[in-house]
């Protein structure tokens, strides 16, 4: 298919920063929106030019090493000279695997072809940056998505065309149901938006739920031992064991400091008898049945993740929104103290159980609704 006319061409492929999204407590009352699901995985630009096919992260560094069986299907699938935004996802038996996604990340270029046969990812695309060489970020979202799914309407898997609904109920099913297939919540993109990069024009609806943890320690901010950058949280399973579930870690610096010198003394001889004290060894981080905060993961080497101990006796009530398994996806938000409430009474039982959904049913809503 040809370029609508007036649209500006493009050459050679260039870094395209992604638009961004910021969060909304609500779907959108007012005024003329796209609905669709928001997909938990690698945010990627496929640009398909000339012979090959390109992927590029959200940081602007390539992923085609990663996803090689994502490269092979861009370039018999896809048109030359178009550059589409979307996301990287791997789909288990429970619905999106964002741990399997994770595994990819990995340096040996024999074990990403293994995983690739394994476990192969696929693409869901949500916008059309170009078309037959034309750029087309500064037509409206509606009439993007239009060109969208006349591009992909005999798409085949591992390339995918998200769902869209411009039925306000029908957005507010989805973020009620589809949260069962793994997947984050719910965008709305106003109709008339263009394609911002790097710009928050979106809006993100995510569940939102809380949560009272152990207090059971915490990493140091990067400025120095004086100001806290996370605290680490814990709840304890049905066997009375304390697994680690995630962090917290949005405090103004003032707050940091002021944690430092609060939490003192449950640091001081904090490791004797702490229920996480023997896993401090790499080696004890890769095996056993605990989740542990001081592992690195490929997703994270790099980064220090060394980890301070606090004697357990504080516990906190978090935000989040979802769950990965048996921890926190993303990191937690810290709301209050909770001086009135044990450690012990602090357990998994507490947190919403959500009800499994198929990803097949949610590829049902694709075309326009």
């Known amino acids: ?23 909304a407590a609500a779907l959108p009352e007012q005024g003329d929106f796209l609905f669709e699901p928001k997909w938990d995985g690698f945010r990627a630009i496929v640009f398909r030019h000339g012979d090959e096919a390109q992927i590029q992260s959200r940081d602007l560094r390539s992923l085609n090493r990663y996803f090689p069986e994502l490269i092979e299907a861009f370039e018999q699938l896809l048109p030359e000279g178009c550059v589409l935004d979307g996301e990287i996802v791997i789909a288990g038996a429970k619905g999106l695997d964002f741990d399997a996604l994770q595994q990819r990340m990995h340096p040996a270029e024999s074990r990403v072809t293994r995983l690739a046969r394994e476990t192969p990812a696929s693409f869901v695309a949500f916008d059309l940056l170009a078309l037959d060489g034309a750029d087309t970020t500064a037509r409206p979202q509606a009439e993007r998505r239009m060109l969208l799914e006349a591009l992909l309407w005999q798409a085949s898997p591992p390339v995918h065309l998200t769902p869209m609904t411009t039925d306000r109920a029908t957005a507010q099913r989805w973020l009620e149901e589809f949260e069962g297939a793994g997947l984050d919540g719910v965008m709305a993109k106003h109709a008339d938006l263009p394609y911002r990069p790097d710009e928050r024009a979106m809006f993100k609806v995510k569940h939102v739920r809380t949560a009272d943890c152990v207090v059971a320690g915490f990493r140091w901010h990067k400025s120095g031992n004086d100001a806290i950058g996370s605290l680490l949280l814990g709840l304890y399973d049905d066997d009375g064991v304390l697994q680690h579930v995630g962090s917290c870690a949005s405090f103004a610096m003032a707050t940091r400091h002021a944690l430092a010198k609060e ?6 001889q904090a490791a004797t008898g702490h229920p996480w004290a023997s896993w401090g060894s790499a080696l004890q981080a890769e095996g056993g049945g605990q989740r542990i905060p001081g592992a690195q993961s490929r997703w994270s080497a790099g980064k220090n993740l060394a980890w301070e101990p606090l004697r357990i006796g504080r516990v906190c009530e978090v935000r989040y929104d979802h769950l990965q398994g048996r921890r926190f996806r993303h990191a937690a938000v810290f709301m209050r103290w909770r001086i009135d409430k044990r450690p012990q009474d602090c357990r998994f039982d507490q947190l919403e159980v959500v009800p499994p959904y198929a990803l097949a049913e949610v590829f049902r809503g694709a075309v326009t609704a």
């Open 1 to 23: 298919m040809h370029p609508p006319h007036g649209m500006r061409t493009l050459t050679t492929p260039a870094p395209i920063r992604p638009m961004l999204s910021r969060v």
């Open 263 to 268: 939490l003192a003394p449950l640091h001081d």
